[in-house]
């Protein structure tokens, strides 16, 4: 089972513009993480938000974390080309982690 | 350097044949972890260990076996039972104890039936 699943499936924007993608899960969690992949490798932890937490940043990551609406986004502001890659929020219950089927994100030149 | 090491990076089987996938980590972590990925699919559970000599079933657990016999190794195994097994498999690992709890993956194995 998918417990979370990402919006929109792909995304294409700008470099230089700011990327969005969003994650609603079913039940609740203990936190929340966002992973990048690039194509064909193994996943990269990007940023981790527990339950008791709103929001969070690192360098040009911002995460928010709404459990009311079982939902969270991940912004990456001034995109460059090397963020080209697939996103992907895990939720994390019961020593379970869950991921969601991701974001396929391409900066265009 | 620390980290995760899966073997081999890219595996071919034939069909009826068992094959382990190998996966070690020097990280000490507790907990290990295998997921399947499917092309344009997100990673799907297969098993998870958080001790050893001691696992559970993921989502799809079927047609797969595991073995948790020392800390830093994981193991697992694609049998016959497994109706379709060609796939990327991805090996994680991380801490239990707080605020430890973001998972460090390795580098994954590509298996192919031919």
Not at chain 1, 14 to 27: D, H, L, P, R
Not at chain 1, 99 to 105: A, I, S
Not at chain 2, 33 to 55: A, C, H, K, M, T
Request: with cysteine; net charge positive.
């Amino acid at each position: 089972s998918q417990q979370g699943e990402e919006d929109p499936q792909a995304l294409s924007i700008q470099e230089g513009e700011n990327a969005t993608m969003n994650c609603s899960y079913k039940t609740s969690i203990n936190n929340l993480q966002w992973y990048r992949q690039n194509s064909g490798r193994g996943l990269v932890h990007l940023i981790l938000i527990r339950s008791n937490e709103r929001e969070k940043h690192s360098g040009r990551l911002r995460v928010t974390l709404d459990t009311s609406k079982k939902s969270s986004s991940l912004l990456i502001t001034a995109s460059r080309a090397a963020d080209t890659a697939s996103y992907f929020c895990a939720t994390d219950r019961d020593d379970k982690i869950i991921f969601g089927k991701g974001t396929r994100l391409h900066i265009l030149p | 350097d620390g980290g995760i090491t899966q073997s081999p990076k890219y595996l071919f089987r034939k069909e009826g044949q068992n094959v382990t996938l190998s996966c070690e980590q020097n990280l000490n972590h507790d907990a290990m972890y295998w997921y399947r990925q499917d092309p344009g699919q997100g990673l799907r559970l297969i098993y998870y260990s958080q001790i050893v000599n001691d696992f559970q079933k993921g989502d799809i657990a079927e047609g797969y076996s595991v073995s948790r016999e020392k800390k830093e190794s994981f193991p697992l195994t694609v049998t016959s039972a497994q109706k379709n097994p060609t796939a990327f498999y991805l090996c994680a690992s991380r801490g239990l104890a707080y605020p430890y709890n973001e998972q460090f993956f390795g580098p994954g194995t590509r298996l192919t039936v031919l």
